[in-house]
């Protein structure tokens, strides 16, 4: 009978059914119950009328009947009218959901086989993947090709035509991020694992090559890896790791790493040059200029070295990484690599707002103010229960907490620490909420035991926590406990207290035990947990307490500390690395933007490196000095013009740009590039009269084809980290074999319309012929 009923519901294999419950969707019947009964009643009242009245049956019995019959069947088309719902859920056996990422970008198509390797495989005249994992891994498979946007970077494809799908066509390979995303495509499914077929050359970043840097999410789902293509060619490049940001004047490090395949004991002579790419006047960019030159012995497949830079002029400065060819090198186009820096003249800016002092926002003031991109410029605070007289003879304390827009907007980073509900004041809340999402701020929020994060609630800033909070919060302080820190705190710098393994153990384990935290309802479905309490839950029962979470938001980031205790990190180690948690996250958050008032002038194209035939996109945000939108009436003729320098035969030609506004303050320009060499625009902020120039470099030559070895480094740490294994494509059957996937119970839902099935229809015409039939034998008309 279950199976019956789980048949009529659109179950498969049920182990059980729930719950079932019938709704009407029609508005007039889902309002009006009172209608649908009320007009049934009508009717039985009718059928019983006509057939005690106005129908010659023979018997009493045959009047019963046939009333009950019609009555029936008018009540049912009436029900069909109201448009009955049957929801229902039951625990089903599902087999395994299987996803397939396929590589469909260019780097398929190089002379090694790759491509006709990868089609082979899902060929009907070869190996059937697609076939042995439904039927001999009893899965369920979908398949995504990899697209070159990295915001959308999956296409869903037919499984059963994969072959003819594959174009190796893709311009960049963003496969961390669609390794990242793969989650949000299954929605209310669980998906059982991933089998990603790629060279693993991730082009969709300057640092994705880095394996130590994998950045996937901890969901428990095993990716398994099969790499496509040669391993080892003689070939040598070279890639330049620094910080996005630097100060003016001070001494920073730039990191670089060379790849080579066959080339061990030769010499490779490496030079780093760099140039400024903004200007103040409107010259030209300057020439490159030495930084260092230096020969390097090549005795193993990956090597670095450091180079100290102390950048001269401000604004935004390119570096170039150049390795002079080698005899019998395959490739030259990957013997140059490119970084761009921004140098920052002035500081960061730190706001600290809290209702009272304590111990964290006295030793955080302490530290920030000694770091070198803030210093004590930098650090500004605001006290609710400080006098009038303090905040107007300190110079480290703001008059007020909503400070005007030409300040409020020109910091970088902002602390809210505990307060009650009243401080927190609704223009308080717009101005933090569009610091945060229009203009990229960072907003670390530092729970404290006296109020706590519920004050927040019912303000706009609770939904730009990581957290969620519940209608009541409680500090809990009954137990003291240790801080465990999850998975995913090793993607995050500031989260890593010291560069060997055991040394960041003994400094977060100088915490010692935590006497209190602030608990929430749950987790964002946005946020990363980056440590959580070792035995107490959320609401839903299975989720543990976050206690440092970060989440996305807009433009910006938002930090939650669910206790202000971080500084007992200095009871033995003075200000070591608690000076190294707050600087790495300041950093984090506050110069992943234009720093202060660059806020105000943000121009700059969609992406640095382009092929030839592309389109750039060139935009800019301007504000004016009270950080709103740029009017038509501050702008010359009523938009916004520069100069675009592009290349052709003849050299260098200069044209006019005109950048058009596609919402109030957003002005943008599409340039194409129809040919390979360095394309410039300069332009001026109308308000402040500075010029600024920005630069891109096209190649007629893909990044996809610069790099055809196969990186199996990040194929490795993508399986390892995930918890799935490695595998050549010639070994793609033992995959097969090895991939143990059990079908699992989990709860499914369904939503019928009640007339739209065969029961339903069958039963209408039942009553129809039924009546008929015995009106017939009775001779009634």
């Given at each position: 009978?279950t199976?019956?009923i789980?048949w009529l519901?659109?179950f498969?294999?049920?182990r059980s059914i729930?719950?079932?419950?019938?709704?009407?969707?029609?508005?007039?019947?889902?309002e009006h119950?009172?209608a649908?009964?009320?007009?049934c009643?009508?009717a039985?009242?009718g059928?019983?009328?006509?057939?005690?009245?106005?129908?010659?049956?023979?018997?009493?019995?045959?009047?019963?009947?046939?009333?009950?019959?019609?009555?029936?069947?008018l009540?049912?088309?009436?029900?069909?009218?109201?448009?009955?719902l049957v929801h229902?859920?039951?625990?089903?056996l599902?087999?395994?959901?299987?996803?397939?990422?396929?590589?469909?970008?260019?780097?398929?198509?190089?002379?090694d086989?790759?491509?006709?390797?990868l089609?082979?495989?899902?060929?009907?005249q070869g190996?059937r993947?697609?076939?042995?994992?439904e039927?001999?891994?009893?899965?369920?498979v979908?398949?995504?090709?990899?697209?070159?946007?990295?915001?959308n970077?999956?296409a869903?494809i037919?499984?059963?035509?994969?072959?003819?799908?594959?174009?190796?066509?893709?311009?960049?390979t963003?496969?961390l991020?669609?390794?990242?995303?793969?989650p949000?495509?299954?929605?209310?499914?669980?998906v059982?694992?991933?089998?990603?077929?790629s060279?693993?050359?991730?082009?969709?970043?300057n640092?994705a090559?880095?394996?130590?840097?994998?950045t996937?999410?901890?969901?428990g789902?095993?990716?398994?890896?099969?790499?496509?293509?040669a391993t080892?060619l003689i070939d040598?490049?070279?890639?330049l790791r620094t910080?996005a940001?630097?100060k003016?004047?001070e001494?920073?490090?730039?990191?670089?790493e060379?790849?080579?395949?066959?080339?061990?004991?030769?010499?490779?002579?490496?030079s780093?040059e760099?140039?400024?790419?903004?200007?103040?006047?409107g010259?030209?960019?300057?020439?490159?200029r030495?930084?260092?030159?230096?020969?390097?012995?090549l005795?193993?497949?990956?090597s670095?070295f450091?180079?100290?830079?102390?950048p001269?002029?401000?604004?935004l400065?390119?570096?170039?990484?150049?390795v002079a060819?080698?005899r019998?090198?395959?490739?030259?186009?990957n013997n140059?690599?490119?970084?761009?820096?921004?140098?920052?003249?002035?500081?960061?800016?730190?706001?600290?707002?809290d209702?009272?002092?304590?111990w964290?926002?006295?030793?955080?003031?302490?530290?920030?103010?000694?770091?070198?991109?803030?210093?004590?410029?930098?650090?500004?605070?605001?006290l609710?229960?400080?006098s009038?007289?303090?905040?107007?003879?300190?110079?480290?304390?703001?008059?007020?907490?909503?400070?005007p827009?030409?300040?409020?907007?020109a910091n970088?980073?902002?602390?809210?620490?505990d307060g009650p509900?009243?401080m927190?004041?609704?223009?308080?809340c717009?101005?933090?909420?569009?610091?945060?999402s229009?203009?990229?701020?960072?907003l670390?929020?530092v729970?404290g035991?006296?109020?706590?994060?519920?004050?927040?609630?019912?303000?706009?800033l609770?939904k730009?926590?990581?957290?969620?909070?519940?209608?009541?919060g409680?500090?809990?302080?009954?137990?003291?406990?240790?801080?465990?820190?999850?998975k995913?705190?090793?993607?995050?710098?500031?989260?890593?207290?010291?560069d060997?393994?055991a040394e960041?153990?003994a400094?977060?384990?100088?915490?010692?035990?935590?006497?209190?935290?602030?608990?929430?309802?749950?987790?964002?479905?946005?946020a990363?947990?980056l440590?959580e309490h070792p035995t107490?839950?959320c609401?839903d029962?299975?989720?543990?307490?976050?206690?440092?979470?970060?989440r996305?938001?807009g433009?910006?980031?938002?930090?939650?500390?669910?206790?202000?205790?971080?500084?007992r990190?200095r009871?033995?180690?003075?200000d070591?690395?608690?000076?190294?948690?707050?600087?790495?996250?300041?950093y984090r958050?506050?110069?992943?933007?234009?720093?202060?008032?660059?806020?105000?002038?943000?121009?700059?194209f969609?992406?640095?490196?382009y092929?030839?035939?592309?389109e750039?996109i060139?935009s800019?945000?301007?504000f004016d000095?009270?950080?709103?939108p740029?009017g038509?009436?501050?702008?010359k003729?009523?938009?916004l013009?520069g100069?675009?320098?592009?290349?052709?035969?003849e050299?260098e030609v200069?044209?006019?740009?005109?950048?058009s506004?596609?919402?109030?303050?957003?002005?943008?320009?599409?340039?194409?590039i129809?040919?390979?060499?360095?394309?410039?625009?300069r332009?001026?902020?109308?308000?402040?009269?500075r010029?600024?120039e920005?630069?891109?470099?096209?190649?007629?030559?893909?990044?996809e084809?610069?790099?055809?070895?196969?990186?199996?480094?990040?194929?490795e740490?993508?399986?390892?980290?995930?918890?799935?294994n490695a595998?050549?494509?010639?070994?793609?059957d033992d995959l097969?074999r090895?991939?143990n996937?059990?079908?699992?119970?989990e709860?499914?839902?369904?939503q019928?319309?009640l007339?739209?099935?065969?029961?339903?229809?069958?039963?209408?015409?039942?009553?129809?012929?039924?009546e008929?039939?015995?009106?017939?034998?009775?001779?009634?008309?």
């Amino acid at each position: 009978m279950t199976q019956y009923i789980a048949w009529l519901l659109g179950f498969e294999n049920v182990r059980s059914i729930d719950a079932i419950h019938v709704t009407l969707a029609a508005p007039w019947a889902g309002e009006h119950l009172w209608a649908v009964i009320g007009t049934c009643v009508i009717a039985i009242g009718g059928v019983v009328t006509f057939y005690r009245h106005f129908e010659n049956c023979k018997s009493r019995a045959l009047r019963v009947t046939l009333a009950t019959l019609r009555a029936a069947l008018l009540c049912l088309l009436l029900l069909t009218l109201a448009a009955p719902l049957v929801h229902s859920s039951a625990t089903v056996l599902r087999r395994p959901l299987v996803y397939l990422v396929l590589d469909d970008s260019e780097s398929m198509s190089v002379a090694d086989g790759r491509s006709d390797q990868l089609q082979r495989v899902f060929s009907d005249q070869g190996g059937r993947f697609i076939q042995h994992l439904e039927v001999e891994a009893k899965c369920r498979v979908e398949a995504f090709r990899l697209r070159s946007d990295a915001a959308n970077s999956l296409a869903k494809i037919d499984r059963h035509a994969i072959t003819s799908k594959l174009k190796a066509d893709g311009k960049t390979t963003p496969l961390l991020a669609a390794l990242t995303a793969l989650p949000k495509q299954a929605r209310s499914e669980r998906v059982a694992a991933v089998i990603a077929f790629s060279d693993f050359n991730d082009t969709s970043g300057n640092e994705a090559q880095d394996a130590s840097r994998v950045t996937l999410p901890s969901n428990g789902i095993p990716i398994h890896t099969v790499g496509l293509g040669a391993t080892s060619l003689i070939d040598i490049s070279v890639e330049l790791r620094t910080e996005a940001k630097v100060k003016l004047g001070e001494p920073t490090t730039v990191t670089v790493e060379l790849q080579q395949s066959g080339l061990d004991q030769a010499l490779a002579t490496v030079s780093i040059e760099a140039r400024a790419l903004d200007t103040e006047s409107g010259d030209a960019q300057q020439s490159l200029r030495l930084i260092t030159e230096r020969t390097v012995t090549l005795d193993t497949t990956s090597s670095a070295f450091d180079v100290s830079f102390t950048p001269e002029s401000a604004g935004l400065i390119e570096l170039v990484a150049r390795v002079a060819p080698i005899r019998d090198e395959t490739l030259l186009d990957n013997n140059v690599a490119t970084r761009r820096v921004g140098v920052i003249e002035d500081y960061l800016r730190i706001n600290y707002v809290d209702y009272e002092p304590n111990w964290e926002w006295r030793f955080v003031k302490e530290v920030i103010g000694r770091d070198k991109l803030v210093g004590r410029e930098g650090f500004r605070t605001y006290l609710a229960s400080s006098s009038t007289s303090v905040r107007l003879q300190n110079e480290l304390f703001n008059k007020e907490l909503v400070q005007p827009r030409s300040e409020f907007y020109a910091n970088d980073v902002l602390f809210l620490g505990d307060g009650p509900r009243e401080m927190f004041t609704p223009k308080f809340c717009e101005l933090t909420e569009e610091f945060v999402s229009r203009f990229g701020g960072g907003l670390i929020v530092v729970a404290g035991p006296r109020f706590g994060p519920h004050e927040l609630a019912d303000t706009p800033l609770a939904k730009m926590l990581p957290v969620l909070l519940g209608d009541e919060g409680r500090l809990r302080d009954q137990a003291e406990f240790s801080l465990r820190r999850t998975k995913e705190a090793v993607l995050y710098p500031f989260m890593q207290l010291a560069d060997s393994e055991a040394e960041d153990a003994a400094a977060w384990n100088n915490l010692e035990k935590l006497p209190w935290y602030q608990p929430v309802a749950g987790v964002h479905e946005l946020a990363r947990v980056l440590a959580e309490h070792p035995t107490d839950l959320c609401e839903d029962g299975k989720t543990p307490q976050p206690l440092i979470a970060i989440r996305p938001y807009g433009k910006g980031q938002v930090v939650y500390i669910g206790f202000n205790e971080m500084w007992r990190m200095r009871k033995r180690y003075g200000d070591r690395y608690y000076q190294r948690f707050w600087s790495q996250l300041i950093y984090r958050l506050g110069m992943s933007h234009a720093v202060g008032t660059e806020k105000q002038f943000v121009a700059g194209f969609d992406r640095f490196a382009y092929a030839v035939g592309d389109e750039a996109i060139f935009s800019v945000e301007a504000f004016d000095g009270d950080y709103q939108p740029l009017g038509m009436s501050q702008l010359k003729d009523g938009s916004l013009v520069g100069e675009l320098t592009v290349p052709s035969t003849e050299g260098e030609v200069v044209r006019k740009l005109s950048l058009s506004t596609t919402r109030p303050g957003h002005f943008e320009a599409a340039i194409p590039i129809p040919a390979a060499g360095r394309y410039t625009v300069r332009l001026t902020d109308p308000i402040t009269g500075r010029s600024y120039e920005r630069s891109c470099v096209a190649s007629s030559t893909s990044i996809e084809t610069n790099r055809v070895v196969r990186n199996s480094e990040l194929q490795e740490s993508i399986a390892t980290a995930t918890g799935g294994n490695a595998y050549d494509i010639s070994r793609v059957d033992d995959l097969i074999r090895e991939l143990n996937l059990e079908p699992t119970l989990e709860q499914d839902h369904r939503q019928v319309a009640l007339w739209n099935t065969p029961a339903w229809f069958l039963l209408v015409v039942g009553l129809m012929l039924s009546e008929w039939t015995i009106r017939k034998l009775a001779f009634l008309r």
